[in-house]
């Protein structure tokens, strides 16, 4: 975990991690939030809607935006205040997606920070969809 102080922090400042969403995951996401909608739970029926198979919760992809705050930047001294997401593309159960998180604006006024989040599908090279961005956001964090 980071520990970054406000007076640390610099525009432009960068920080990345990467995750492999899984089919646990998947089941531990749907038991929390009771979404069974078929396309996150069925391949079959995921197969038919015109997708490779199962789509990951977009959701849960999202809540990766929480570990970039509070463990790479800052780290320890945030506070999220608000959140844009956008879901550029589907993910897939099995695909590692690499965070890349980049200070874009610190307010010393109200001691926050704009940061522009990326996920995109890392992993093994060979996989046709390396280098895909799948979500695009922008936070905005408060540093105590």
Not at 30 to 37: A, H, I, K, S
Not at 111 to 134: A, D, H, M, P, S
Request: hydrophobic share 35%; charged share 25%; with cysteine.
């Amino acid at each position: 975990m980071n520990h970054y102080t406000f007076e640390e922090i610099k525009t432009g400042m960068e920080e990345q991690f990467s995750v492999t969403i899984t089919e646990q995951m998947m089941q531990q996401f749907q038991e929390m939030t009771g979404d069974v909608n078929p396309l996150h739970c069925d391949e079959t029926f995921a197969k038919e809607k015109g997708f490779g198979g199962k789509v990951a919760y977009g959701m849960l992809t999202a809540s990766f935006l929480s570990t970039m705050a509070g463990v790479y930047l800052p780290g320890e001294n945030s506070l999220i205040q608000s959140v844009e997401v956008k879901f550029v593309k589907p993910v897939f159960p099995g695909e590692e997606i690499t965070f890349t998180g980049k200070v874009s604006e610190v307010n010393d006024t109200f001691r926050f920070l704009v940061l522009k989040v990326t996920g995109t599908v890392t992993g093994e090279k060979e996989n046709e969809r390396y280098g895909t961005k799948v979500l695009k956001a922008v936070m905005q964090i408060g540093v105590r």
